[in-house]
């Protein structure tokens, strides 16, 4: 659900086409921005410019979506379920969920926003490895049986007060305190969200765990994605193809995500320089580090320790 007008700071042009599933599928990854949290707002509503997508919007990504509905009205495919928007609804769009509305039109009349963003936009979740974000507490409606629920009638104007601030911090990233108060009020939402989650989420996805827990174990060493697939049992390209279905992203990306995390973990709490960072987070050398690290993050190491 990143539907919506195209604007200095919240156009879907943030996101750049990763790869198309076997179905014809397009999955969106992020493209972060130096300076800006990672964070977008999309308003969807009857003027928005509906043009450039395709006839059903069928599309998946490898971030995370949550979606507030003010005013309801046409029905949305979310991951295989027929979803009516309704007034007050809050949807969570996990990565890798397939995204699709039946006609356009239909929904032109209804006005909701989609705030993609990716969990280490938040310090408590930048700060904890990315294998761990979908048992978070924040991020409990992501986890729910479902993934909506409904926001009280009277809460509603502070949802829509959030959600205007969200975007006019985003439209002026540069001014004084704009990344602090883009972090608050994404955090405003995200917990906001969490307490109206259903108590009880839904179970695991056992190969996904999995697929985890070996990365975890093992991410600090020279493996690759090729040696994770084999010792899971399986072929690296079928592993590949069923966690981007599952998750948004493939294993080489989750493998380099958990790299980058303890990176940026010794680069704010140590003073040890790139060559051991590189050694003691498998990243093979400095000079590959820095590659991996400028095209996930839009800076350099350097930079960012300086800054953090």
Known sequence: ?????????????????????????????????????????VPFDPDCDTEHLPPDNRHAHDFWVLAYVERGGGPVGLDGRQVTLRDGEVHAVAPGEVVAAES?????????????????????????????????????????????????????????????????????????????????ILTNLLVASARLAPSAPIAPDPLVSRVFDEIERTYATKVTAGDLARSLGYTPGHLTTVLRQRTGRTLLDWLTERRLTEARRLLRETDLPLSVISTRTGLTDPGYLVRRFKARYGTTPDRWRREA
């Open 1 to 41: 659900m990143t539907m919506g007008r195209s604007s200095d700071a919240a156009t879907p042009a943030r996101s750049v086409l990763r790869t198309v599933r076997a179905d014809g599928t397009p999955i969106y990854r992020w493209d972060q921005r130096p300076g800006v949290p990672p964070v977008r707002v």
């Open 104 to 184: 356009i039109a239909e929904l032109t009349h209804a006005r909701a926003w989609s705030v993609a963003f990716t969990p280490d936009a938040i310090p408590s979740l930048a700060s904890i490895s990315p294998l761990t974000w979908a048992h978070h507490p924040l991020l409990a409606l992501f986890a729910a049986d479902g993934r909506q629920a409904l926001v009280p009638e009277a809460e509603r104007p502070r949802w829509q007060s959030w959600l205007a601030e969200l975007a006019d911090e985003l439209q002026h990233p540069d001014r004084l305190g704009a990344p602090e108060a883009i972090t608050a």
